[in-house]
Nanobody
Framework: QLQASGGGLVQAGGSLRLSCGAV????????MGWYRQVSGKQREVVAT???????TYADSVKGRFTISRDNFKKMVTLEMNDLKPSDTAVYYC???????????????WGAGTQVTVSS
């Protein structure tokens, strides 16, 4: 249900924008977020945004990354500036979904998108 795009290769100091959209109907989105994972390490939270637009950031990205959402379009975006080689990872979007058809709530993950920052 979640589809992410926008990863790629960029030089240190550059910028990338990740987008994640939800497809389908008859559902709503609560908290959304971006996570990243380096091979061999645990997935870590990068940024989250609640349904009422309250944001949180990992200390390592504060001041460089900005998360935003469009509830009408059911999308979440991560603007990444001043990228560093340490930001290299596979990035995943996630959302808490309220499914009206199934009458349930669950966490959903998009397929990861690779971000590579060269020095």
């Amino acid at each position: 249900q979640l589809q992410a795009s926008g990863g790629g290769l960029v030089q240190a100091g550059g910028s990338l924008r990740l987008s994640c959209g939800a497809v389908g109907r008859n559902y709503n989105l609560k908290d959304m977020g971006w996570y990243r994972q380096v091979s061999g390490k645990q997935r870590e939270v990068v940024a989250t945004i609640s349904a009422n637009y309250i944001t949180t950031y990992a200390d390592s990205v504060k001041g460089r990354f900005t998360i935003s959402r469009d509830n009408f379009k059911k999308m979440v975006t991560l603007e990444m500036n001043d990228l560093k080689p340490s930001d290299t990872a596979v990035y995943y979007c996630s959302a808490e979904i309220v499914d009206y058809v199934l009458d349930s709530e669950y966490q959903n993950w998009g397929a990861g998108t690779q971000v590579t920052v060269s020095s």
